[in-house]
């Protein structure tokens, strides 16, 4: 039998991850997309897709070895539930392709391009790993603006001011 370590433990983190993600998604309003704190930060409905598609990355990860900006399609969406359905599909594909594979397929490449030039390479497993923490890093970023916009911020890994559950 393959060793599925390192993969099993992908799978594990995605999974305390997502609850507390998906509830995040579900509270931002359409009507805020255009939000920024700031005008150099990314508007509230980009960052809201980003959050949501980061897991897709993985699936493109072990599927496909790359990501060519030239070509990802960006997911349109009118509604929040939209996004909130796309994220529910994109965090149970990433699932998915990594209950596919064994801890030695994560040793092969992956390539981030852009128009085929490829502008970073590195193993999966990297690929992975840093990918979740990018994804954990932007939820984040999503919590303040959400709290500068007066929407409550739901527990994550213990209470928040808005949401004592735990």
């Not at 980009?46 to 070509?71: K, N, S």
Request: charged share 25%; net charge negative.
């Amino acid at each position: 039998m393959s060793e599925r370590i390192l993969v099993d433990s992908y799978i594990k983190e995605l999974e305390l991850e997502y609850a507390s993600t998906r509830k995040c998604l579900e509270r931002i309003p359409v009507t805020l997309f255009d939000y920024k704190p700031h005008p150099t930060s990314m508007a509230m409905g980009y960052l809201t897709l980003l959050v949501a598609e980061i897991p897709l990355w993985i699936t493109f990860m072990v599927e496909q070895g790359e990501v060519d900006f030239a070509t990802y399609k960006r997911f349109e969406f009118t509604t929040s539930q939209e996004l909130v359905d796309h994220f529910d599909e994109v965090f149970n594909g990433a699932k998915k392709s990594l209950a596919s594979i064994t801890d030695a397929d994560l040793n092969a490449p992956f390539y981030l391009k852009r128009e085929g030039q490829v502008l970073f390479t590195q193993p999966r497993h990297e690929g992975i790993g840093s990918t979740i923490n990018h994804w954990v890093h932007h939820r984040g970023q999503l919590t303040v603006y959400m709290r500068l916009n007066g929407i409550a911020v739901p527990s994550i890994y213990g209470p928040s001011a808005d949401d004592r559950t735990f």
